[in-house]
Protein backbone atom coordinates (compact mmCIF):
# COMPACT_ATOMS: atom_id res chain seq x y z
CA UNK A 1 0.00 0.00 0.00
CA UNK A 2 2.87 2.32 0.37
CA UNK A 3 4.59 1.70 -3.01
CA UNK A 4 0.92 2.26 -4.22
CA UNK A 5 0.73 5.75 -2.26
CA UNK A 6 4.43 7.06 -3.71
CA UNK A 7 3.16 5.97 -7.23
CA UNK A 8 0.38 9.22 -7.21
CA UNK A 9 2.13 11.36 -3.96
CA UNK A 10 5.01 11.96 -4.54
CA UNK A 11 6.45 13.04 -1.40
CA UNK A 12 8.30 16.98 -1.71
CA UNK A 13 9.10 17.83 1.84
CA UNK A 14 7.09 14.54 3.69
CA UNK A 15 8.08 10.90 4.61
CA UNK A 16 5.69 8.44 5.03
CA UNK A 17 6.61 6.54 8.03
CA UNK A 18 3.29 4.68 8.91
CA UNK A 19 -0.01 3.52 7.77
CA UNK A 20 -2.84 3.83 10.09
CA UNK A 21 -5.78 2.60 8.00
CA UNK A 22 -7.14 1.64 4.40
CA UNK A 23 -10.79 1.90 3.66
CA UNK A 24 -12.38 1.41 0.13
CA UNK A 25 -14.93 4.09 -0.39
CA UNK A 26 -16.29 2.63 -3.62
CA UNK A 27 -15.60 -0.58 -5.77
CA UNK A 28 -16.03 -1.17 -9.80
CA UNK A 29 -15.30 -3.95 -12.23
CA UNK A 30 -14.58 -4.11 -15.93
CA UNK A 31 -14.52 -0.40 -16.13
CA UNK A 32 -14.25 1.23 -19.69
CA UNK A 33 -11.27 3.76 -20.22
CA UNK A 34 -11.22 5.95 -23.72
CA UNK A 35 -8.68 8.12 -24.65
CA UNK A 36 -9.83 11.23 -26.64
CA UNK A 37 -8.88 11.87 -30.28
CA UNK A 38 -7.57 15.54 -31.06
CA UNK A 39 -8.36 16.48 -34.42
CA UNK A 40 -6.68 19.31 -35.88
CA UNK A 41 -7.66 21.42 -38.88
CA UNK A 42 -7.01 25.17 -40.15
CA UNK A 43 -8.70 27.00 -43.17
CA UNK A 44 -7.00 29.94 -45.54
CA UNK A 45 -7.98 32.44 -47.61
CA UNK A 46 -5.73 34.05 -50.04
CA UNK A 47 -5.51 37.00 -51.52
CA UNK A 48 -6.95 39.99 -51.94
CA UNK A 49 -8.73 39.01 -48.26
CA UNK A 50 -6.27 37.00 -46.29
CA UNK A 51 -7.34 35.51 -43.58
CA UNK A 52 -6.73 32.91 -41.49
CA UNK A 53 -8.19 30.37 -38.81
CA UNK A 54 -6.58 27.28 -37.06
CA UNK A 55 -8.72 25.01 -34.40
CA UNK A 56 -8.15 21.43 -32.01
CA UNK A 57 -11.36 19.49 -31.26
CA UNK A 58 -11.24 16.96 -29.16
CA UNK A 59 -13.64 13.91 -29.84
CA UNK A 60 -14.48 10.78 -27.21
CA UNK A 61 -13.51 7.66 -29.07
CA UNK A 62 -16.31 5.48 -30.56
CA UNK A 63 -16.04 2.51 -28.35
CA UNK A 64 -13.84 2.18 -24.99
CA UNK A 65 -10.32 1.44 -26.08
CA UNK A 66 -8.85 -0.17 -22.53
CA UNK A 67 -10.58 -1.67 -19.72
CA UNK A 68 -9.62 -1.82 -16.07
CA UNK A 69 -10.29 -4.89 -14.09
CA UNK A 70 -10.68 -3.41 -10.72
CA UNK A 71 -11.09 0.13 -9.47
CA UNK A 72 -10.75 1.05 -5.67
CA UNK A 73 -11.91 4.65 -4.13
CA UNK A 74 -9.90 4.36 -1.19
CA UNK A 75 -8.71 6.71 1.63
CA UNK A 76 -5.41 6.05 2.99
CA UNK A 77 -4.19 7.43 6.96
CA UNK A 78 -1.04 7.55 7.49
CA UNK A 79 1.54 9.52 9.70
CA UNK A 80 4.02 11.38 8.27
CA UNK A 81 7.45 13.08 8.84
CA UNK A 82 8.89 16.53 7.83
CA UNK A 83 11.85 16.16 5.93
CA UNK A 84 13.03 19.63 5.25
CA UNK A 85 12.49 22.44 8.21
CA UNK A 86 11.51 26.00 7.84
CA UNK A 87 14.27 28.67 5.96
CA UNK A 88 16.43 29.67 9.10
CA UNK A 89 18.86 31.98 7.51
CA UNK A 90 19.28 34.09 4.51
CA UNK A 91 22.99 35.16 3.50
CA UNK A 92 24.74 36.36 0.19
CA UNK A 93 28.66 37.12 -1.23
CA UNK A 94 29.55 39.87 -3.45
CA UNK A 95 31.26 38.06 -6.67
CA UNK A 96 32.12 40.65 -7.92
CA UNK A 97 35.42 41.47 -6.64
CA UNK A 98 36.63 37.74 -6.70
CA UNK A 99 38.75 36.40 -9.03
CA UNK A 100 37.83 32.70 -10.86
CA UNK A 101 40.55 31.28 -8.34
CA UNK A 102 39.57 33.16 -4.88
CA UNK A 103 36.02 31.64 -5.96
CA UNK A 104 37.06 28.23 -6.19
CA UNK A 105 38.81 28.21 -2.84
CA UNK A 106 36.61 30.20 -1.10
CA UNK A 107 33.55 27.99 -2.06
CA UNK A 108 35.40 24.45 -2.53
CA UNK A 109 31.42 23.03 -1.71
CA UNK A 110 30.29 24.20 -5.15
CA UNK A 111 31.50 22.50 -8.80
CA UNK A 112 31.94 25.90 -10.53
CA UNK A 113 31.83 24.26 -14.26
CA UNK A 114 28.00 23.11 -13.50
CA UNK A 115 27.17 26.33 -11.77
CA UNK A 116 27.86 28.05 -14.93
CA UNK A 117 26.36 25.39 -16.96
CA UNK A 118 23.04 25.51 -15.14
CA UNK A 119 23.54 29.51 -15.13
CA UNK A 120 23.80 28.86 -18.75
CA UNK A 121 27.05 30.89 -19.02
CA UNK A 122 30.28 30.72 -21.17
CA UNK A 123 32.47 31.25 -18.48
CA UNK A 124 33.55 33.27 -14.93
CA UNK A 125 33.55 36.51 -16.10
CA UNK A 126 30.23 35.98 -17.55
CA UNK A 127 28.91 34.67 -14.17
CA UNK A 128 29.89 37.65 -12.12
CA UNK A 129 28.41 40.33 -14.66
CA UNK A 130 25.41 38.40 -14.63
CA UNK A 131 24.93 36.80 -11.25
CA UNK A 132 27.16 39.70 -8.94
CA UNK A 133 25.76 37.82 -5.72
CA UNK A 134 25.92 34.33 -4.59
CA UNK A 135 22.78 33.64 -1.92
CA UNK A 136 23.13 31.03 0.24
CA UNK A 137 19.93 29.93 2.07
CA UNK A 138 20.07 27.69 5.31
CA UNK A 139 17.13 25.65 6.38
CA UNK A 140 16.48 24.80 10.07
CA UNK A 141 16.99 20.91 10.85
CA UNK A 142 13.07 19.22 10.99
CA UNK A 143 11.36 18.51 13.84
CA UNK A 144 11.57 14.80 15.23
CA UNK A 145 9.10 12.20 13.83
CA UNK A 146 5.73 12.28 17.31
CA UNK A 147 4.52 8.64 16.44
CA UNK A 148 1.16 10.19 18.40
CA UNK A 149 0.33 13.45 16.37
CA UNK A 150 -2.48 12.61 13.94
CA UNK A 151 -2.47 11.62 10.34
CA UNK A 152 -2.86 12.71 7.28
CA UNK A 153 -5.32 11.63 5.11
CA UNK A 154 -4.73 10.89 1.31
CA UNK A 155 -7.84 10.26 -1.23
CA UNK A 156 -6.54 7.15 -3.50
CA UNK A 157 -7.86 5.63 -6.74
CA UNK A 158 -6.01 2.30 -7.17
CA UNK A 159 -6.32 0.65 -10.40
CA UNK A 160 -6.11 -3.07 -11.26
CA UNK A 161 -5.32 -5.34 -13.72
CA UNK A 162 -4.87 -9.06 -13.93
CA UNK A 163 -2.67 -10.80 -16.42
CA UNK A 164 -3.42 -14.40 -16.47
CA UNK A 165 0.65 -15.21 -17.50
CA UNK A 166 4.17 -13.14 -17.08
CA UNK A 167 4.47 -11.73 -20.24
CA UNK A 168 6.05 -8.58 -19.02
CA UNK A 169 6.44 -6.96 -22.53
CA UNK A 170 2.24 -7.43 -22.78
CA UNK A 171 1.89 -6.67 -19.44
CA UNK A 172 4.19 -2.92 -19.37
CA UNK A 173 2.04 -2.03 -22.78
CA UNK A 174 -1.37 -2.51 -21.70
CA UNK A 175 -0.24 -0.51 -18.19
CA UNK A 176 1.23 2.55 -19.78
CA UNK A 177 -1.74 2.53 -22.37
CA UNK A 178 -4.21 2.40 -19.87
CA UNK A 179 -2.53 5.32 -17.71
CA UNK A 180 -2.18 7.40 -20.28
CA UNK A 181 -6.03 6.91 -21.37
CA UNK A 182 -7.37 7.85 -17.36
CA UNK A 183 -4.65 10.32 -17.15
CA UNK A 184 -5.65 12.24 -19.91
CA UNK A 185 -9.42 12.12 -19.03
CA UNK A 186 -8.96 12.44 -15.10
CA UNK A 187 -7.65 16.08 -15.02
CA UNK A 188 -6.05 16.43 -11.79
CA UNK A 189 -4.28 19.00 -9.94
CA UNK A 190 -0.46 18.94 -10.34
CA UNK A 191 0.17 19.21 -6.56
CA UNK A 192 -0.48 18.98 -3.31
CA UNK A 193 0.00 19.84 0.18
CA UNK A 194 3.40 17.86 0.79
CA UNK A 195 4.38 17.28 -3.08
CA UNK A 196 4.03 16.43 -6.50
CA UNK A 197 1.13 14.49 -8.13
CA UNK A 198 2.37 11.81 -10.36
CA UNK A 199 -0.78 10.19 -11.54
CA UNK A 200 -4.78 10.18 -11.53
CA UNK A 201 -4.43 6.35 -10.16
CA UNK A 202 -2.02 3.95 -9.07
CA UNK A 203 -2.20 0.60 -10.97
CA UNK A 204 -1.63 -2.72 -9.65
CA UNK A 205 -0.57 -5.60 -11.66
CA UNK A 206 -1.71 -9.04 -10.70
CA UNK A 207 0.10 -12.10 -11.50
CA UNK A 208 -0.25 -15.81 -10.86
CA UNK A 209 1.82 -16.84 -8.15
CA UNK A 210 2.67 -20.20 -10.19
CA UNK A 211 4.31 -18.24 -12.87
CA UNK A 212 6.94 -17.78 -11.40
CA UNK A 213 8.26 -20.99 -10.48
CA UNK A 214 7.83 -22.02 -13.97
CA UNK A 215 10.67 -22.60 -16.44
CA UNK A 216 10.28 -19.96 -18.48
CA UNK A 217 9.98 -17.48 -15.59
CA UNK A 218 11.17 -13.85 -16.72
CA UNK A 219 12.80 -13.38 -12.91
CA UNK A 220 12.62 -13.50 -9.79
CA UNK A 221 9.45 -11.66 -7.85
CA UNK A 222 11.85 -9.22 -6.73
CA UNK A 223 12.95 -8.75 -10.22
CA UNK A 224 9.86 -8.50 -11.87
CA UNK A 225 8.57 -6.03 -8.71
CA UNK A 226 12.04 -3.94 -9.30
CA UNK A 227 10.93 -3.56 -13.12
CA UNK A 228 7.39 -2.63 -12.81
CA UNK A 229 8.53 -0.02 -10.30
CA UNK A 230 10.91 1.94 -12.40
CA UNK A 231 7.89 2.46 -14.85
CA UNK A 232 5.23 3.41 -11.49
CA UNK A 233 3.29 0.57 -11.10
CA UNK A 234 3.06 -2.07 -8.33
CA UNK A 235 3.30 -5.93 -8.89
CA UNK A 236 1.52 -8.99 -6.64
CA UNK A 237 1.11 -12.39 -7.00
CA UNK A 238 -1.90 -14.48 -6.66
CA UNK A 239 -3.00 -17.96 -6.41
CA UNK A 240 -6.30 -17.43 -8.23
CA UNK A 241 -8.52 -20.53 -7.51
Excluded: N
Excluded at 93 to 102: A, C, I, N, V, Y
Amino acid sequence: MRSLLAAVYEPSVLEVRFLDSVKVTARSFQVPVSAPMTVHGSWEKLLPDIAQARAAVEIPAVAPLHWIDLSLQTVVTARVVLTSGALDALGSEDLSGLSEQEFVEKFDFLDLAELMRRAKVADYRELQEQFPRLYRLHYADPPPFDPDAPGRTYRLRVSVLFFPDLDLAAALRRLVQCRRALDDTRPRLDEYDGGTLLAASAWLAVFPAAALTSDTAPGTEKQVSDLLAAEGFVAAFEDVA
